[in-house]
């Protein structure tokens, strides 16, 4: 027979963290709402959904029958989360802060303010599964069952403490089965779409964002062969692989020197800072976007220490199938990795994380991915040294 618990659950407006508070409560549990404030610069914003997101949570609460709290956690959230994202921006990284926030706020800060609730346990609707090992002693983080909606990928930092007082409901579930029991039951946001995109820029265009809070350094953009097609407003507004924005759709002399046809989209290959280049190359699969290894730093084991070397698999992006790769070395700050097939647009500041089967094993921050190709002599690649590994980075940072 299953234990009861006190479970404080983070209601944050949307369908999935609802349903889970519904299906602990129907468990016995004894269970309290809380809604998390992160973001407050511009909550009257058209692009801020804070003030809907905190009514829809309150709706849920009444129905389901629970206690809910409004906590700020805004100043943690600057301090831990934001500051830490203009930083590997300023750097010309890409940092993704989800994981960030999920770290250093969802299961830390909102972790603490449950414990101070006389909480046994903490509940979220990420689409995860946590199990307890007899033979190991340790507490697993594994995908849910929802191959379209797994989110371990953004919990793969969390720790044994964590994850021993963390409880995902939904994980258990399809998102289509989800959105049936939410109707059923009557929830007002049975319906409501799921938010996208980072949680404090909400559907407003990044660029016009970041505006705000980075400053513009143009610079020159060159592809492959050196040569210079145009201009970049800036380094920290682009990623490896953006095909958008670019400002270079025209020219059409250029890619028909190439032979790749007038018409082939041009794509990011790489962000020199100090030199503030910006290196574009013409079509998906050139070589310079196909990395067949790559180099992470800042790692994070969910067992407190690192697996052994050999052969796992690993995601280089959240929406990316598992690509099968070896674990050449691995240490508690970082790890070294080759994959079977090249992985495209493998992005310093984006994270590598581990999976053995359907246990998520941890990751860390990309620093480095070498190219299936080097550069021709005309573009010389900065290059970086890890011991006598030579690695040509995607991005010099």
Same mark, same amino acid.
């Given at each position: 027979?299953?234990?009861?618990?006190?479970?404080?659950?983070?209601?944050?407006? =949307?369908?999935?963290?609802?349903?889970?508070? *519904?299906?602990?409560?129907?468990?016995?549990?004894?269970?309290?709402?809380?809604?998390?404030?992160?973001?407050?610069?511009?909550?009257?914003?058209?692009?801020?959904?804070?003030?809907?997101?905190?009514?829809?949570?309150?709706?849920?609460?009444?129905?389901?029958?629970?206690?809910? @709290?409004?906590?700020?956690?805004?100043?943690?959230?600057?301090?831990?989360?934001?500051?830490?994202?203009?930083?590997?921006?300023?750097?010309?990284? &890409?940092?993704?802060?989800?994981?960030?926030?999920?770290? @250093?706020?969802?299961?830390?800060?909102?972790?603490?303010?449950?414990?101070?609730?006389?909480?046994?346990? $903490?509940? &979220?609707?990420?689409?995860?599964?946590?199990?307890?090992?007899?033979?190991?002693?340790?507490?697993?983080?594994?995908?849910?069952?929802?191959?379209?909606?797994?989110?371990?990928?953004?919990?793969?930092?969390?720790?044994?403490?964590?994850?021993?007082?963390?409880?995902?409901?939904?994980?258990?579930?399809?998102?289509? @089965?989800?959105?049936? $029991?939410? &109707?059923?039951?009557?929830?007002?946001?049975?319906?409501?779409?799921?938010?996208?995109?980072?949680?404090? $820029?909400?559907?407003?265009?990044?660029?016009?964002?970041?505006?705000?809070?980075?400053?513009?350094?143009?610079?020159?953009?060159?592809?492959?062969? =050196?040569?210079?097609? =145009?201009?970049?407003?800036?380094?920290?507004?682009?990623?490896?692989?953006?095909?958008?924005?670019?400002?270079?759709?025209?020219?059409?002399?250029?890619?028909?020197?190439?032979?790749?046809?007038?018409?082939?989209?041009?794509?990011?290959?790489?962000?020199?800072?100090?030199?503030?280049?910006? *290196?574009?190359?013409?079509?998906?699969?050139?070589? *310079?976007?196909?990395?067949?290894?790559?180099?992470?730093?800042?790692?994070? *084991?969910?067992?407190?220490?690192?697996?052994?070397?050999?052969?796992?698999?690993?995601?280089?992006?959240?929406?990316?199938?598992?690509?099968?790769?070896?674990?050449?070395?691995?240490?508690?700050?970082?790890?070294?990795?080759?994959?079977?097939?090249?992985?495209?647009?493998?992005?310093?500041?984006?994270?590598?994380?581990?999976?053995?089967?359907?246990?998520?094993?941890?990751?860390?921050?990309?620093?480095?991915?070498?190219? &299936?190709?080097?550069?021709?002599?005309?573009?010389?690649?900065?290059?970086?040294?890890?011991?006598?590994?030579?690695?040509?980075?995607?991005?010099?940072?």
């Amino acid at each position: 027979m299953s234990s009861k618990h006190r479970v404080v659950v983070g209601l944050s407006g =949307g369908v999935d963290s609802a349903v889970s508070a *519904w299906l602990l409560k129907q468990q016995g549990h004894e269970v309290i709402g809380i809604f998390m404030k992160n973001w407050e610069d511009d909550d009257d914003s058209e692009y801020c959904s804070s003030r809907q997101d905190w009514l829809d949570a309150a709706s849920v609460a009444d129905v389901i029958g629970i206690d809910i @709290e409004h906590v700020n956690f805004a100043a943690e959230y600057k301090d831990r989360v934001f500051a830490e994202f203009l930083r590997e921006y300023q750097a010309g990284r &890409t940092p993704n802060p989800d994981i960030l926030c999920n770290a @250093e706020i969802k299961f830390k800060a909102f972790l603490d303010h449950a414990m101070r609730l006389g909480a046994e346990k $903490i509940a &979220t609707g990420h689409y995860a599964r946590v199990r307890h090992n007899p033979a190991t002693g340790l507490h697993e983080l594994l995908k849910g069952l929802d191959p379209l909606k797994d989110q371990s990928y953004f919990l793969h930092r969390l720790s044994q403490a964590q994850l021993a007082r963390t409880m995902f409901p939904v994980g258990e579930l399809l998102k289509t @089965e989800v959105r049936r $029991i939410a &109707t059923e039951i009557g929830l007002p946001n049975a319906k409501k779409k799921d938010s996208t995109g980072i949680c404090f $820029i909400g559907e407003r265009p990044f660029r016009e964002f970041l505006n705000r809070y980075i400053q513009k350094a143009p610079g020159p953009i060159r592809d492959d062969r =050196g040569r210079e097609i =145009g201009q970049h407003v800036g380094l920290s507004f682009y990623t490896l692989g953006q095909r958008q924005g670019l400002g270079i759709g025209g020219v059409k002399e250029v890619g028909a020197a190439k032979g790749g046809g007038e018409h082939a989209p041009w794509f990011v290959a790489r962000k020199d800072v100090p030199g503030n280049t910006l *290196w574009v190359v013409q079509g998906h699969d050139h070589p *310079w976007l196909l990395s067949p290894e790559l180099e992470a730093q800042d790692a994070s *084991w969910v067992a407190g220490e690192p697996p052994a070397p050999g052969v796992y698999a690993a995601k280089t992006r959240y929406r990316q199938a598992d690509a099968a790769c070896t674990l050449v070395t691995a240490g508690p700050s970082g790890f070294a990795l080759t994959f079977e097939e090249p992985q495209w647009a493998v992005t310093p500041g984006q994270s590598a994380v581990l999976y053995d089967g359907e246990v998520c094993l941890g990751g860390g921050v990309i620093h480095g991915a070498s190219a &299936t190709r080097q550069p021709v002599p005309s573009v010389p690649p900065v290059a970086m040294r890890r011991g006598r590994r030579r690695v040509v980075p995607s991005s010099n940072a």
